[in-house]
């Protein structure tokens, strides 16, 4: 009943080729695979800088198709290492249609799993709307060694995402992520941003009775420092293995899928959802109160 | 745009009669006005003992109807001191159907708020699905000083209960609770329940861009030690205020309400929620998945 995961942190500056990326990531993968990991976890877009720091339509060329040579590349190292990998990729579906997209790859090489980034940021210095068509796959868990739930970074920040994955059956909820901070910010807010992400993640964990893995990337480009801190966390919020700010990482840590069981069975939170009452869920805003809504 | 609130911590015992208990909240309530609140509030089922640790009928000779007795006491002292106050009582509201409620009442002692308990849990020591009748007016916000969420313990575990009040309007969510150890447990097992109670209602702060405060008892009751830490949550997920595990507590602390507005422009999450796949939430369970569900 124990999966054993491996998040890889690293930096994928600007300036870096993709072969380049793609060999320190498989280098990673080794590392992991010696330490026997089973499934190895990408951060968000690993396969290049975080490009969305500015506008330029130019950086959707950035964007490959799935299968494509990424996916091709991951599917082959997979197969190799005879481990499942998870990926983040910048995804080309036409002309003029990109996506923030996850992919599971089972031992073989195939792609079983596909996840489309559903919650899109747009703040200043992370201009994803800009370049991310919004997921239309609707959530997703792959069944692979664990049942793995796919989300991706802002979709953190959304206990309906966490929820809607673990009603699916996830296990484990990776979230690929590329998060930092802005160097004009202060000291104060820097920790408090940090904190109410370790914070989310943990809620995550807790209020479904799941495992939940982050995976951040490192290192400083333009404007951002990348706040690593890749972790895993225990169906009851616990954070059993956390990586540093700075460096780059391969956290391999186990995952007692029948921790799960146990916690929901201590909390029975499931149990007693008011399904019935939650239909202002799908509204943006309840302006005209009404009972049971 | 800053309110002053004031959440009254502390024992009520077993042993203990109802009129000793009022006059013991009503010296805090003094206290919370000398020190400037403009809304207090009492932790669950604050009249009495927490009397749900065994299932015995006699016991609904506890609940009260709304107006009643207790109600009208703190409608006189909510008058008296120029106060809100919300209040989580047990309610008797025909043969046969008991609530757990919380009322809300302006200055003038007029209750204008009342909202009864969604989520009930059932427990060892904690069985509550024997006593409370599951609320049916929905989830509810008030319009007094702040406008005021009205949930209530096991709710805590939930996120989709904190997102309807906050889509409702709330600024404040306020959390009467009765939650504790039971001597059995291990002290590991002890910090991790007191975490991740916390970091839930943290959570809910983040998550919605809303204050949040947690008003638990004090004390030990038959096999519980209830663990106090009734605390207030800034928007941004910061305890801005806690008080001890052991000891009665006024806590007062300034909720500005203005950082609502700041935190939700820094972090516009409830910009972003993908409402046309929120469907499922409404569900026990997706047994079959279905894309966009």
């Given at each position: ?79 190799e290492l005879d481990v ?5 990729l910048f995804e080309r ?106 914070t989310m993640h943990r ?91």
């Open positions: 009943m124990t999966v054993r995961v491996a998040l890889l942190q690293h930096a994928s500056p600007a300036g870096s080729d993709r072969a380049q990326i793609l060999q320190t990531f498989a280098a990673m993968a080794r590392e992991a695979k010696s330490k026997g990991a089973q499934i190895i976890a990408t951060q968000e877009l690993f396969a290049s800088h975080y490009f969305c720091q500015i506008e330029d339509s130019a950086r959707m060329d950035l964007a490959e198709s799935i299968p494509g040579p990424t996916s091709t590349f991951l599917s082959n190292l997979a197969r499942e990998i998870t990926a983040s579906r036409t002309a003029g249609i990109y996506h923030n997209t996850s992919i599971y790859m089972n031992r073989g090489g195939e792609i079983i799993g596909k996840y489309r980034k559903m919650h899109i940021p747009d703040d200043p210095r992370f201009y994803e709307k800009f370049y991310f068509t919004p997921g239309d796959l609707g959530w997703q868990v792959v069944d692979g060694c664990a049942k793995a739930g796919l989300l991706i970074c802002w979709d953190q920040w959304y206990p309906e995402a966490a929820r809607l994955t673990t009603l699916l059956g996830a296990e484990i909820i990776f979230y690929p992520t590329a998060i930092g901070w802005w160097h004009g910010e202060t000291e104060s807010d820097k920790r408090q941003q940090r904190e109410a992400w370790i809620a995550h964990a807790i209020a479904n009775g799941v495992w939940v893995a982050a995976i951040n990337r490192v290192g400083t480009e333009g404007d951002l420092k990348f706040w690593g801190s890749s972790m895993v966390i225990s169906p009851s919020g616990e954070v059993v293995a956390e990586a540093s700010t700075d460096e780059p990482c391969v956290l391999v840590v186990d995952c007692n899928l029948a921790l799960i069981e146990e916690t929901r069975r201590g909390w029975p939170f499931l149990r007693d959802r008011r399904i019935d009452a939650f239909g202002g869920l799908a509204c943006r805003m309840l302006d005209a109160p009404v009972a049971n809504r």
